[in-house]
């Protein structure tokens, strides 16, 4: 941030009587002594700049820390465990972060199939869905297995008969519209599929008491076996095997044959993230000594920086109270220039020595261990309302303004007195020109009577 420079420069007046220089020379000291004050303001407010800068640059620093904290909760929540299928055409997975390690078969015998059906042909082929429809009647009945259903279409077109259907059966039922025609003699239909699988028949009539369906087909239930011998029917393609793993059934194994989901922790998510954290950590770190020693920035000595390197210190060599529960037992260390050290290999080979005992030491940003501690940190520093930076730099804003008031109220001062102080030393220079002339006119009158050119003579 560049300094404010003081825009007070001393006027000049054109004088024409011999004391015009000494008149400069006193309007100058004049207006000097009275930018003084002026200078201290200016000095003042261009080391609260300063400082208001430095803090900043900490705020973006300590900001990317936070940052770096959420992406390690992020892979603690979603990115700990690594899966494998052992025959993807049978089934897909769906892992969440509460599904537990292990080996999960199961052999799909059947993928079921949906109950479907067509629309009987009218008296004449459908070839506008927006005007023409497949009955006249008001109303109709659609049936799925024990469901009953009465719609009032907005009118009788085959097109507001599926917007109906779609509407208020979307849970059930999907209508589509499929031309049995050809492209230039087009014949739409009215096709309808259960939502879920099974064997519920579809049936439709209107209410002058007409079957609009030509082809219903019933389906049938997926089954699939997760011992070998229990068969287990659902109504989905996709199922839940256990707390946090569902797949989805893609085809059918071949007879005795599983499909397997190995489920096991992966800590190399884990160890990017710490990576990442590292990072920032060190460059807050950087950012605070460069504000002491020898080339020290505006902060020197401020209380500010001993706050934030107590945080950094609390985060580096965190251990929750407990030798068992220290960031160093997987590899994360505070080095003795201050910086923080992730030991990829000994991390992953600790965690996979004890995950259990790893994912503890990390625990959650909103209930324990490290994760919880270094949220609660950072959100003192950096808490909008009450953090430690956002308050001190809302304070330095607060005080740059009035001092820039300051200068501007003294500014305005030191210019009125310059315009004052000028047009007295030009009176002045005036009054002695005057006099001035008013000698030489004398002195010219006395040698024109006494033919001596000096009255000294």
Excluded: C
């Excluded at 251990?319 to 160093?328: D, F, K, M, P, V």
């Excluded at 607060?398 to 310059?418: P, V």
Aim: negative net charge; without cysteine; glycine residues 8%.
């Amino acid at each position: 941030m560049a300094d404010l420079v003081s825009t007070i420069a001393p006027l000049g007046f054109a004088g024409t009587s011999t004391y015009a220089a000494g008149l400069q020379q006193v309007l100058n000291r004049s207006v000097g002594i009275a930018s003084l004050p002026l200078t201290s303001l200016t000095n003042g407010y261009n080391a609260l700049s300063r400082t208001s800068a430095a803090l900043q640059g900490l705020d973006t620093n300590f900001s990317a820390l936070q940052i770096a904290v959420s992406s390690l909760q992020d892979a603690v929540s979603t990115k700990i465990l690594s899966s494998s299928i052992s025959d993807g055409s049978v089934i897909s997975a769906n892992i969440q972060s509460t599904a537990a390690p292990g080996v999960y078969p199961i052999e799909v015998t059947s993928l079921g199939s949906f109950s479907a059906a067509l629309s009987k042909p009218g008296s004449s082929a459908v070839t506008d869905v927006t005007t023409q429809g497949i009955t006249s009647a008001p109303s109709v009945t659609l049936t799925i297995g024990s469901s009953v259903t009465t719609l009032t279409p907005a009118s009788g077109s085959l097109q507001d008969l599926v917007s109906a259907i779609n509407t208020q059966l979307s849970g059930q039922t999907q209508a589509t519209v499929l031309n049995v025609g050809s492209t230039a003699a087009p014949d739409y239909r009215l096709s309808l599929r259960a939502v879920k699988l099974g064997s519920d028949a579809i049936t439709l009539t209107d209410s002058l008491g007409a079957d609009l369906i030509y082809n219903s087909t019933a389906g049938s239930l997926a089954t699939y076996k997760i011992d070998r011998t229990n068969v287990i029917s659902s109504d989905s393609r996709t199922v839940t095997l256990s707390p946090g793993l569902t797949v989805t059934l893609l085809g059918q194994s071949v007879s005795g044959s599983t499909a397997n989901v190995t489920i096991s922790h992966d800590s190399s998510s884990l160890a990017s993230a710490f990576s990442g954290f590292a990072q920032a950590f060190n460059s807050a770190s950087d950012a605070i000594v460069a504000q002491r020693g020898k080339n020290a920035g505006a902060l020197q000595g401020d209380s500010v920086l001993q706050a934030l390197s107590g945080v950094l210190g609390q985060l580096g060599n965190y251990s929750g109270g407990s030798a068992a529960n220290a960031l160093a037992n997987f590899g994360i260390t505070v080095e003795r220039n201050g910086h923080l050290s992730v030991d990829t290999t000994a991390l992953s080979t600790a965690a996979a020595a004890d995950f259990a005992g790893f994912l503890t030491t990390l625990g959650g940003s909103s209930t324990s261990g490290f994760l919880k501690t270094a949220t609660d940190l950072i959100a003192g520093v950096e808490n909008s309302v009450t953090g430690l930076l956002p308050t001190r730099e809302s304070s330095i804003a607060t005080q740059l303004t009035s001092q820039k008031a300051k200068i501007a109220n003294q500014q305005e001062t030191i210019t009125q007195l310059q315009t004052n102080l000028t047009a007295q030393v030009a009176k002045a220079d005036a009054a002695i020109a005057l006099l001035e002339s008013q000698v030489t006119y004398v002195k010219g009158l006395f040698a024109s009577f006494t033919g001596y050119s000096s009255t000294s003579k």
